[in-house]
């Protein structure tokens, strides 16, 4: 059973494009978050969302849009790719928001944007 | 601006022998440590954390040392099993950021049978 999935694994896209990353979760988790990992293995994070509330947004570009249909679902949108936007996104999930709780990442998804 | 860093990229060792991985981080709100393990082509996993009224916490074979005054952590592996090798990230948080985890670069472990 896979606890945090998403889709696609990889992403092959046009400059310019709008793109769509699936994230699904069946841990029963009210907390999920996408991070971004970059090309010099930076993991940082971008958005979370807590019952269905955007609770933490980094300094992350408005083209990077969030949007969680249910609990257990949060898809990442972007707009107008970049070229810098290439890199390797994971989705993860966590009960509540005590600090530190453990969360679980999904496998990730390599964007890469020529 | 990386709050938290790992400065070896790399550390090989011995099957049977101890791995020690170091973090450093400069933010001294943050009160709570993670490790993740990450094998190629998956996502982190949670190993271990330390809370900062902490300084040491042990499960099995790993062990998290945490030294607030240096704001140094590690993490020791014994004894090695190849089943290691894999990138570990060292992770922070406080209590007034949420749940929002600030990650090292990673150091990648491999263990020699």
């Known amino acids: 059973d896979t606890a945090v999935s998403q889709t696609p694994k990889y992403l092959v896209t046009q400059m310019g494009n709008d793109k769509s990353i699936k994230c699904e979760q069946n841990l029963g988790h009210d907390t999920m978050y996408w991070y971004k990992q970059d090309s010099k293995k930076f993991l940082k994070i971008m958005f979370s969302y807590n019952n269905k509330e955007l609770i933490i947004n980094e300094t992350v570009p408005n083209r990077f849009s969030p949007k969680s249909p249910d609990k257990a679902h949060l898809n990442l949108h972007i707009n107008s790719l970049e070229l810098g936007d290439s890199a390797v996104y994971f989705c993860?999930?966590?009960?509540?928001?005590?600090?530190?709780?453990?969360?679980?990442f999904g496998p990730g998804t390599r964007l890469t944007v020529l | 601006d990386q709050q938290v860093k790992q400065n070896s990229p790399s550390l090989s060792v011995q099957e049977g022998r101890i791995s020690i991985l170091n973090c450093d981080y400069t933010?001294?709100?943050?009160?709570?440590f993670l490790w993740y393990k990450k094998y190629p082509a998956e996502g982190p996993t949670f190993l271990i954390s330390i809370s900062s009224i902490k300084d040491k916490n042990e499960d099995g074979r790993f062990t998290v040392f945490l030294n607030k005054s240096a704001k140094h952590l590690s993490l020791h592996i014994v004894p090695s099993q190849p089943g290691d090798s894999a990138v570990y990230f060292c992770?922070?948080?406080?209590?007034?950021?949420?749940?929002?985890?600030?990650f090292g670069t990673g150091t990648r472990l491999t263990v020699i049978p």
């Open positions: 993860a999930s966590s009960q509540g928001m005590v600090p530190g709780g453990s969360q679980f």
């Open positions: 992770a922070a948080s406080s209590q007034t950021g949420a749940n929002n985890l600030f």
């Open positions: 933010n001294s709100m943050f009160d709570y």
